[in-house]
């Protein structure tokens, strides 16, 4: 089976663009996460779908950020306009009810902002 | 909100060795799971311990949860080149959410 799947994996824009990350869940898992993990303040949780639904998004930095999760197999975070300080790798992970908090991560986006 | 300590932060040891790695909570662990991440990947599952006293072994690596300490450690034995890169241990903090320690970095030299 896939894992999570993650596109793209580098990602280099200037100050002020939008840029778009996407993710491919596994077959048959109804949590998506999106993490952001930098040297300063490690593995950060922006925000959680339950069944396509957000559920917490706490941890979403600013409004620049929005994630959507149109169906059980696309999600996309969205940073608008991008910022130097948003560099950092991104990722997806999945899990499935009843699994525990057995998390399954993609393999990061590395966003660099110029 | 729950904090997650590792230590040490970075190690570096000789092939053959054998390392500790801890991870030390701010509050009650229900859940602790220990993931690897190598440079440029994600995140690995290696183990999961929900119960305290509980013990997992896979391969060369042990992981114990120690629930009146609130730690868990992860206890590589005779470790390889194959053991290199980052350990971070994550906690069920409640709402389904997993909350990660600040890693240590496996360094295993020839």
């Known amino acids: 089976d896939a894992g999570v799947i993650q596109s793209p994996r580098h990602e280099v824009t200037e100050m002020g663009q939008e840029v778009t990350l996407r993710c491919k869940p596994i077959s048959g898992h109804d949590y998506l996460f999106w993490y952001r993990q930098t040297m300063m303040r490690g593995l950060e949780l922006l925000i959680y779908f339950n069944n396509n639904v957000p559920i917490d998004d706490s941890g979403m930095p600013e409004d620049r950020f929005s994630a959507k999760m149109p169906n059980a197999s696309f999600s996309t975070l969205k940073i608008q306009p991008s910022e130097p300080r948003d560099s950092a790798v991104y990722f997806c992970?999945?899990?499935?009810?009843?699994?525990?908090?057995?998390?399954?991560f993609g393999s990061g986006t590395q966003l660099s902002v110029l | 909100s729950q904090e997650l300590e590792q230590s040490p932060q970075s190690l570096i040891v000789q092939e053959g060795k054998n390392l500790t790695i801890n991870c030390t909570s701010s509050k009650t662990l229900y859940g602790l799971y220990w993931y690897k991440q190598k440079y440029g990947e994600g995140l690995i599952f290696l183990m999961m311990?929900?119960?305290?006293?509980e013990e997992k072994s896979h391969e060369k690596i042990t992981a114990k949860l120690d629930e009146k300490k609130q730690q868990s450690s992860l206890h590589i034995t005779a470790s390889q080149p194959s053991h290199a890169g980052i350990y971070l241990c994550g906690a069920a903090t409640g709402g389904n959410k997993l909350t990660f320690g600040t890693g240590t970095q496996l360094k295993v030299e020839l």
């Open positions: 992970a999945s899990r499935v009810t009843g699994g525990g908090e057995k998390l399954f």
């Open positions: 311990l929900q119960k305290g006293g």
